[in-house]
């Protein structure tokens, strides 16, 4: 593996499937009693969030601690420049704490790339999400959860080859479908787009993926549908005419997963629109795996940070 | 010593001679010309070449001087081979009445390494909703006929209708920001495959397109000159050409950076190349140079735009816009235009000094041809020259360029203004004043 995480174009096919092979390992130590494995004591793991994002700050916060990594969390809200340190400086600090690896989330795409490659810190630098870039972890964490439903005897050792995923939404400001779209085709699924024109980005033809105007076209042959959280703002934005032709036209209801073979799963990465992206009955319904996804987070996370941190980064020869 | 005698030049790159200084002008040319007590400048193989005339240019002052002054500024236009620049009106306070654009007039003369000629804001603040007082501009010791708001486009129609229409009674010319700003909310970079994957909001070529065929139309609707600043697209350059075919008053300039530069560069999220308009694509690239090689493109303007190191050593949208680019304009020009045999040294000065200078009517002998009785302005450039760049050999305040670590052919050996050298062998001339 790289030294950094900080695209889901970074991980091969061999890196992603050991990432999950890992992560299927430690998934185990969450239903111990003991929780807690020593792999990574005396090693500082810094969360450094320039956005707030609980759900993932925890996930990562759990992730280390149960590797008993000493956790630094720094919340640095709002733009670096408008007031307070800068990005630079803010690494050089952590960089003076000896942090041996940053998880960082930021606002402003490419932030995670200035902190690995400006030389401003040596540690391991893990995207935790940036700006409408990408969020990797979160990729591999639905991987992780489509592999566990969708391959044989639970996936280890496995890809996602010939598994047809179909995802929905704001794709042109959404850094779950950009990973998603470079991970999945790492590990062999045919993933299709589904978004209103508005909001595919310019230039989607040429990323390895199907695109498509219409979900019902592709819901037959879904093997996993992810719908995609619209932020509010959007809305107000004219990317289409309301929130309610939204969610006729590219919404998630009971009728269209009927229409969903018999062993499809449903999945978003969360925190959903209920009614919006995706109804109610859906989200709640058996086919459902979204609270399944951020108990798989947690795993995906702990072995990101093993395979960066923990000294196996070398070992190529291993997968 | 105000005498000076250059040996062996390659004037405008062809025949050998030498050229006699004296006061400020230029006395004689021929071969092997007296020496009489003159200062002899040896120049076996270097070309010469009209002082050059920047059109587009960020001095900085007043405002951020922490960025660049008129006195670093001028400085490193000497080193670049400029003998005049024009100071664009983005200043703080804005150079949107006549008496900044004097403040800037006269520091530039204090300043001596080149000329500065002002720009005036189209629009007050560079609001662009009320007109500014061009006529005291134009009426001032600054003597304005470039008016632009560069930086910002001049976006209202109605607006922009009046401004061509009112520098008419002074023959000024709107020198345009072409970017319809509702297209451009946010943007980064160039929209394309590559902002789609880095997840950076685009900045689409039709965004400035749509703005250059609306001034055409425009200035041929009310007979005025316009001029484009900074065009990056090929739609830009066919726009323009139909609008020259049409006969209509209409010039317009690249950058050396969109001459060479590609929006690949973005891919390392390097603020460095953080540029309005965006670096493009390849196809933008071959489609500029084309058209700076067959005269739709009339000039090359630097749009030099320092920038202070922590507004560059940032995350990517946090970062400033712009780059450096007085001290290696003339480089790339010929890296992407001589090297490559779309111009000869004759059509770079041409595009460089002569059709800058008569596009904003500036004074002071710039843009006249090497010829006796002709004031002294030139430069000296070795085109046999190479060096890689580095952003710490600047007489610039600022660091902010995009070439670091690139080889490029040429090097400017000496700058003459009305005669006084500012540069030789390579170096300022400290004394200048």
Redesign the interface.
Known sequence: MKKHLLSAGDLTRDDAIRVLDTAQELLGVAQRPIKKLPTLRGRTVVNLFFEDSTRTRISFEAAAKRLSADVINFSAKG???SKGE???DTAMTLQAMGADAVVIR??????P??LA??GWTNGAVVNAG?????HPTQALLDAFTMRSHLGTDGGVGQDLAGKNVTIVGDV?HS?VA?SNALLLHTLGANVTLVAPPTLL????D??PVETSYNLDDSLEKADAVMMLRVQRERMNASYFPSAREYSRRYGLDTARMNRLPEHAIVMHPGPMNRGMEIGADVADSGRSVIVEQVTNGVAVRMAVLYLLVGGATNDEGEA | MTKYVIRRARLLGEDVVDIAIADGVITAIGTDLPADEATEVDATGLVALPGLVDLHTHLREPGREDAETVFTGTRAAARGGFTCVHAMANTDPVADTAGVVEQVWRLGREAGYCDVQPVGAVTVGLGGTQLAELGAMAESAANVRVFSDDGKCVSDAVLMRRALEYVKAFDGVVAQHAQEPRLTEGAQMNEGLLSGELGLTGWPAAAEEAIVARDCVLAAHVGSRLHVCHLSTRGSVEIVRWAKSKGWDVTAEVTPHHLLLTDDLVRGYDPIYKVNPPLRTADDVAAVREGLADGTIDIVATDHAPHPMEDKECEWSAAAFGMQGLETALSVVQHAMVDTGLLTWAQVAERMSATPARISRVGGGHGRPLEVGEPANLVLHDPAATRTVESTDTASLSRNNPYTGLELPGRVVATFLRGTPTVLDGHLQEAVR
């Open positions: 733009s670096s420049v800068s990005l630079k930021h606002h402003a795409s490419g932030a790339h200035r490659t400006a940036d700006g409408t870039h990408e042109l850094r950009r980005p310019v230039g989607v040429a990323w």
